[in-house]
């Protein structure tokens, strides 16, 4: 999937849907079942993610991008501006959020359709009204489908990469996270790792751009051998990284883009929760997946922790070492069916 796409000489150019969700990998999978109902309700057209420049080979992976527009803003706010060439694409879908400037960045474009949610600062948008306490799959595919878009939330696998994993059968252990409030501590995933080891099962540590001291400190302390470490200096590129998780024995990993990835492809995992509740960004319910939540008496039942701080979030501290190694023993052993 290239970032432009040229159609051919003398051929008029196919019509667009332009899908705003320019957030990270995490956000990405999460609307995967969105784009197969986009994708299946309006053939013939070009599919585009506006989306950071370093998720396009993972928009490439669904089979439902034709092509990304590079577009991001720190954190999650909205992108100041698309650069967008051409003419107005014939429907834009706000994935983005539920406010006035991601709808105004998609209507600056001009676009004969706009899907999104209302909202009283943009009251020509007759959307469906937004839902605080909806997991994120189910929000997308409920605003398609007030606009007539059928889509399923359990929709939501990714094929399994050609290429050989360079660790099968291994426990992949991913230690990073965005926010600090969603890292456990780094001596307990290590713990974990030595843990398991000391088990029989082969261990390898997975990191993102600019984690390499994180999961090097996780490897070290758990007594893995080198090569146990994937990535670091930079992403691992998404067809290794996929062949990994593709034919892990499972993963541990919080909140983060990696416990999607495995939920996309079927890896059985164990996620750690922390400031937000895994009913909103949890896996699907089933053996697959275990999830570990901790939330006190009188503490919010969605949102009890801010999900961007930077220290590690209360009821992530929760989680002990010995539940995590308790609950990848209990997970199912068969590789999942491809």
């Not at 967008?84 to 998609?106: F, I, M, Q, R």
């Not at 209302?118 to 306490?133: K, V, Y």
């Not at 307990?188 to 994180?214: D, H, K, M, N």
């Not at 992403?235 to 919080?254: E, K, M, Q, W, Y």
């Amino acid at each position: 999937m290239s970032h432009h796409r040229r159609d051919a000489p003398g051929n008029p150019p196919r019509p667009s849907v332009l899908v705003l969700r320019a957030l990270g990998l995490g956000d990405l999978l999460t609307a995967v079942p969105s784009l197969r109902a986009l994708r299946a309700a309006l053939p013939g057209r070009d599919v585009v993610l506006a989306a950071p420049a370093r998720l396009a080979q993972a928009a490439a992976a669904t089979g439902l991008v034709d092509r990304l527009l590079p577009a991001s803003a720190p954190g999650r706010a909205v992108p100041a501006a698309l650069p967008w060439e051409g003419p107005p694409p014939e429907l834009a879908v706000d994935l983005h959020g539920n406010g006035p400037p991601s709808h105004l960045l998609l209507q600056r474009l001009g676009p004969r359709r706009l899907f999104a949610y209302r909202h009283p600062e943009t009251p020509d948008i007759e959307g469906p009204e937004w839902l605080a306490d909806e997991h994120e799959r189910e929000r997308w595919c409920r605003l398609l489908g007030w606009y007539g878009v059928r889509a399923d939330p359990e929709d939501l696998r990714i094929p399994a990469p050609d290429e050989p994993s360079p660790a099968p059968g291994a426990v992949v252990v991913h230690p990073g996270a965005d926010a600090g409030a969603r890292r456990w501590p780094l001596e307990r995933f290590a713990s974990v790792a030595r843990t398991l080891r000391a088990c029989g099962e082969e261990v390898v540590v997975t990191a993102g751009a600019g984690e390499a001291r994180l999961a090097g400190r996780v490897a070290a302390e758990a007594g893995l051998p080198p090569g146990a470490v994937f990535g670091g200096s930079g992403d691992v590129p998404f067809a290794t990284l996929c062949a990994l998780v593709s034919a892990a024995r499972c993963v541990v990993v919080g909140d983060t883009g990696l416990a999607h990835l495995a939920t996309a492809l079927g890896t059985p995992s164990v996620v750690l929760f922390g400031p937000v509740a895994p009913r909103l960004w949890g896996p699907p319910h089933g053996t697959r997946h275990r999830v570990l939540w901790h939330r006190g008496p009188g503490e919010d039942a969605l949102r009890p922790g801010d999900a961007h701080g930077s220290l590690p979030d209360p009821r992530l501290l929760r989680i002990t070492v010995e539940e995590v190694v308790e609950a990848v023993r209990g997970l199912p052993t068969t590789a999942p069916a491809r």
